[in-house]
């Protein structure tokens, strides 16, 4: 559970950036949200299929002796983003793209390495991380990490209706108590309180500029 903790406080703290939906409530998205002061190092998906098949010390022992294969490269990647060195973990996953570039979660795990330290233009994914994931799609349409990004993205931009409902299909796919059920769980439960927010505030403006009835 240290994940999805972690990652509900991160979202929290940063506010304008939005990591169940309830009912048939409709979110007010703001007329115009401020950008993120920061890059977005705001989630940690780590897709079930990609968990270590082997310590960081083996995968790179073998990528020593078999620097062309692609799949020592890709347990190095996921050893190395499990450990969240993000950087390390970009490299190891590049050079398994370039080396077999038909597998969408070495494409997606990609892009989540990416998003840990790319800047950001704005509210938008970084420009690296999301060719990655759209690389990822057109391979896998169904792939579960470019696809929980892409709704971030949306929530980003004031499409809290149609990130929520991407979040709640992938929470109906993805194995219970993963770390993506954990992070899309948190995904969710911030930006429901986040909007919570923005509405209440939003209802509090417009009770201000009411016209007052006549005699008071």
């Not at 799949?71 to 993000?86: I, T």
């Not at 998003?115 to 169904?142: C, T, W």
């Amino acid at each position: 559970m240290k994940t999805a903790f972690r990652l509900a406080l991160v979202l929290l703290g940063l506010g304008l950036i939005v990591l169940i939906a309830l009912g048939a409530i409709r979110m007010m998205a703001p007329a115009a949200p401020k950008p993120p002061a920061a890059a977005a190092r705001t989630a940690e998906f780590l897709s079930p299929y990609d968990a270590p098949t082997a310590s960081a010390e083996d995968a790179l022992a073998r990528t020593r002796t078999q620097p062309d294969n692609a799949a020592a490269w890709r347990d190095l990647g996921n050893a190395q983003l499990k450990a969240r060195k993000f950087r390390d973990a970009e490299r190891s996953y590049a050079k398994a793209v370039a080396l077999d570039p038909g597998r969408s979660e070495t494409w997606s795990a990609l892009g989540e390495a990416r998003i840990q330290f790319e800047g950001s233009d704005g509210l938008r994914l970084p420009a690296g991380a999301a060719e990655a994931f759209r690389k990822a799609l057109a391979l896998n349409p169904r792939d579960p990490r470019a696809r929980f990004y892409f709704a971030m993205e949306k929530d980003f931009t004031g499409q809290h209706d149609a990130a929520i409902g991407e979040w709640l299909a992938l929470l109906r796919e993805v194995p219970a108590g993963s770390d993506a059920d954990e992070s899309i769980r948190a995904a969710i439960t911030a930006s429901v309180s986040r909007n919570q927010k923005l509405i209440a505030r939003a209802m509090q403006r417009a009770i201000a500029e009411q016209p007052r009835k006549a005699g008071n």
